[in-house]
């Protein structure tokens, strides 16, 4: 949950987010369609000019950590380059089978935002993700959503993945509330 603006260096922004997440891959007792809310914490420090790390703890277990490099900025335009790593260890007690699994995604995406004003923005990020779980998964998607305030605010978004070579897709809708460093437009 994050528009293609990196928090300015030497500062930080917290984000406290949940919502409903949909596969249809990731239990053996129903493997159609899974439907599970989830918890987010996430923190990113601008570490560098143009340079923001994210870390995010998502309940219930992924952690993922991400960089982000703004290429581009303007009075309302930015776009950006993202690439990060997440990890989640799966224990399945199904009636059919029983596993315990590692869940490692390497995530690259691009972000692409336009502010409105400084306190609200929209925003897409196209990804792709290559997912090792069970068997290798290649999925491309996208992100999309709004931003609503500035040093603190909600963010709503929308995200979705299929895998290119099956079935597997995934989705999440969300709500965030974020805090710390202002919004910064035109960053130097």
């Given at each position: 949950?994050?528009?293609?603006?990196?928090?300015?260096?030497?500062?930080?922004?917290?984000?406290?987010?949940?919502?409903?997440?949909?596969?249809?891959?990731?239990?053996?007792?129903?493997?159609?369609?899974?439907?599970?809310?989830?918890?987010?914490?996430?923190?990113?420090?601008?570490?560098?000019?143009?340079?923001?790390?994210?870390?995010?703890?998502?309940a219930?277990?992924?952690?993922?950590?991400?960089?982000?490099?703004?290429?581009?900025?303007?009075?309302?335009?930015a776009?950006?380059?993202?690439?990060?790593?997440?990890y989640?260890?799966?224990?399945?007690?199904?009636?059919?089978?029983?596993?315990?699994?590692?869940?490692?995604?390497?995530?690259?995406?691009?972000?692409?935002?336009?502010?409105?004003?400084?306190?609200?923005?929209?925003?897409?990020?196209?990804?792709?993700?290559?997912?090792?779980?069970?068997?290798?998964?290649?999925?491309?998607?996208?992100?999309?959503?709004?931003?609503?305030?500035?040093?603190?605010?909600?963010?709503?978004?929308?995200?979705?993945?299929?895998?290119?070579?099956?079935?597997?897709?995934?989705?999440?809708?969300?709500?965030?509330?974020?805090?710390?460093?202002?919004?910064?437009?035109?960053?130097?």
């Amino acid at each position: 949950m994050q528009t293609a603006r990196v928090v300015n260096e030497g500062e930080y922004r917290f984000l406290l987010a949940g919502g409903l997440f949909q596969t249809n891959a990731l239990s053996s007792t129903d493997p159609d369609k899974v439907y599970q809310p989830y918890f987010e914490g996430a923190t990113r420090f601008g570490f560098a000019p143009s340079w923001d790390l994210g870390l995010k703890v998502t309940a219930p277990g992924m952690v993922t950590g991400d960089l982000k490099a703004e290429l581009y900025t303007d009075e309302a335009w930015a776009f950006s380059l993202g690439a990060g790593v997440g990890y989640l260890f799966v224990k399945d007690r199904g009636a059919d089978d029983y596993f315990d699994q590692d869940v490692i995604d390497v995530l690259v995406p691009l972000y692409l935002s336009y502010d409105f004003s400084d306190a609200f923005s929209a925003y897409i990020s196209p990804r792709a993700v290559w997912r090792s779980f069970k068997k290798e998964y290649w999925l491309l998607g996208a992100a999309a959503g709004v931003r609503i305030g500035n040093a603190l605010g909600l963010i709503l978004e929308f995200s979705g993945a299929h895998d290119l070579q099956s079935d597997f897709s995934q989705y999440q809708a969300g709500v965030g509330f974020f805090f710390g460093s202002p919004h910064a437009r035109n960053n130097p």
